[in-house]
């Protein structure tokens, strides 16, 4: 914990000598520029061709001098822009385009809010010490677009195995383009890298019985992950021509795009478009999810207190209100919901038919998932520790104090970070994993523990090592990148084959056992500084989380 304490005080330092800096000083926030794909592009890769038309993408900027060459094409339609008559309406399948299309430049991003600029510079300043593309890009309802990297050699005979990556940002925010997830590391090594924009928040997962009924299947509430979906489809009907196998697909997706990962995995719409799953930080297969996910009626409700902010009595007048304007709305909608098409029940009742598409899962979770979470009002101390916890657990409350006793203010506060880690992400992975293990799959599930100056193990710490992409700063040592290396082949063997062992990709030394999680009940792989199985540290409160939520469930109504 001690990385995560000193960020903690720089955070508190920064936020504190930034709020007393000018306000003038806010109207620098943003570029709002079209991101190009490679900035110094000259050479250009040959046309491709696609069921839509002709598309000609860019050679993606390559890491080291002497690295294969990768191609990358940004910002390709997948489906028609959603907007006007088709806000809050399934996508509806892009249009065929004449001559060439030209895949050089990123998509905006789907409509969310702006970070302020107080936001902006702790994470860029104390975070993640470091601009992404997508910091300063803009934003527009007209969304629906994806990027693929390919290994220049990739022909359309190639059959490569195939990444299909859904960002996370609570439903709420995010891009299909983050320097964390760049796909150019799995491209040089056989890869093809899809990654996916969804509409966001009011957009995205709205719900309204209006709605319902206009549609011709009676759906409402689930317009993101329609989107994902829509966006499988275009991987299945186009990836062979980018040299990838549209039967060898694997998802992928950490915090609200691993819970998006879970719904994939339970749809009856998304069947024989994926093979596999790679979910971090979240998941739905549980009997109640903590977040991500809410009953229809609640769905509906937010609709109508939506429709009441904004004072309009009919779907047709909320239409008319600018995108601008519609995502100032105070009502955060950051939630799935069984609206009985791309989601037809409870996805954890799915699970337990052992109706689920994933014929394989690698997925897990970090040492400090709640501590960002908890840093602004909701830590615990001593006096109000009992308090939290019965304000989730309610009678099962003597039997997590029995298992984490507090008697300090640092203590309460240590143990209620570790409760909420389980709560909302843990022991979503843990009853994943053995719903997996029990339908006879292969299961694989991790805890990531390696800290550095950076974002460390907190929520979203992993995605950097998983994908190859632990940039050059001081911040990350050479423990870091050997991190990095192993976690990577471990996800791109995955990928591959849907087993993460096997060879490092950069040392072609075996990697470290990673055993299946049914021949070790209760414990899990350790990635940090050293990688080898260890004891869930939350297996203690995973039956009392669990009674908990079915207790919680059974007065529900989907």
Known sequence: MRNTTKLGRALLI???????????????????????????????????????????????PSLK?????????????????????????????????????????????????????????????????????????????DCLYLNVWKPADATDSSNLPVLVYIHGGSLMTGSSYSDSFDGTTFAKNGIVVVTVAY?????????????????????????????????????????????????????AGESAGASSVGALCVSPLSKNLFKRAIAESSGLAVPLPPHTYRNLDDAKKMGRDIMEEFKVSSVEELRKIPAEKLIKTKHANNSLTVDGYALTEPPYQTYLKGENHEEALLN???????????????????????????????????????????????????????????????????????????????????????????IGTNHSGEIIYCYGNVPELKYYDDADHRLEKIM??????????????????????????????SENPGKVLELGENVGLVPDPYADLYPIIEATMKEKASGQSW
């Not at 250009?44 to 993606?60: D, H, L, N, S």
């Not at 009676?218 to 021509?241: C, F, P």
């Open 14 to 60: 920064a936020a504190f000598f930034l709020s007393c800096i000018s306000t003038a000083f806010f109207s620098c926030a943003s570029g709002n520029k079209l991101v190009s794909a490679n900035p110094t592009v000259s050479e250009r890769p040959e046309i491709i061709e696609t069921k839509k038309g002709k598309i000609r993408g860019v050679y993606a």
């Open 65 to 141: 001098r002497g690295d294969p060459l990768v191609e990358l094409y940004a910002g390709i339609p997948f489906a028609k822009a959603p907007v006007g008559d088709l806000r809050w309406k399934p996508p509806v399948e892009a249009e065929s385009w004449g001559g060439v299309f030209d895949a050089d430049t990123f998509a905006p991003r789907a409509m969310q809010k702006k970070s302020t600029w107080l936001e902006s510079f702790i994470y860029k300043n104390f975070i993640y010490h470091r601009s992404n593309r997508e910091d300063d890009a803009p934003m527009s309802e």
């Open 199 to 251: 509409r966001l928040g009011v957009f995205g997962y709205f719900a309204a019985d209006e709605l319902a009924k206009e549609s011709d299947v009676g759906t409402t509430g689930n317009y993101g992950l329609l989107d994902q979906i829509a966006a499988l489809r275009w991987v299945h009907e186009n990836i062979a021509s980018f040299g990838g196998n549209p039967d060898n697909v694997t998802i």
């Open 364 to 454: 897990g979770f970090n040492a400090n998932e709640a501590y960002f979470f908890n840093f602004f009002g909701g830590n615990a101390g001593k006096k109000n520790y009992r308090e939290k916890i019965e304000s989730y657990f309610g009678p099962h409350t003597d039997e997590v104090l029995a298992a984490r006793p507090a008697e300090s203010n640092s203590e309460a506060k240590k143990n209620w970070n570790e409760i909420c880690s389980a709560v909302w992400f843990a022991n979503s992975h843990d009853s994943w994993t053995r719903l997996i293990s029990s339908q006879g799959k292969s299961a694989y599930e991790y805890f990531f523990t390696k800290e550095n100056g950076g």
């Open 488 to 517: 990577a082949s471990y996800w791109m063997n995955f990928v591959k084959n849907g087993n993460p062992n096997g060879s490092n990709f950069w040392t072609e030394e075996e990697l470290p056992e990673w055993p299946l999680a």
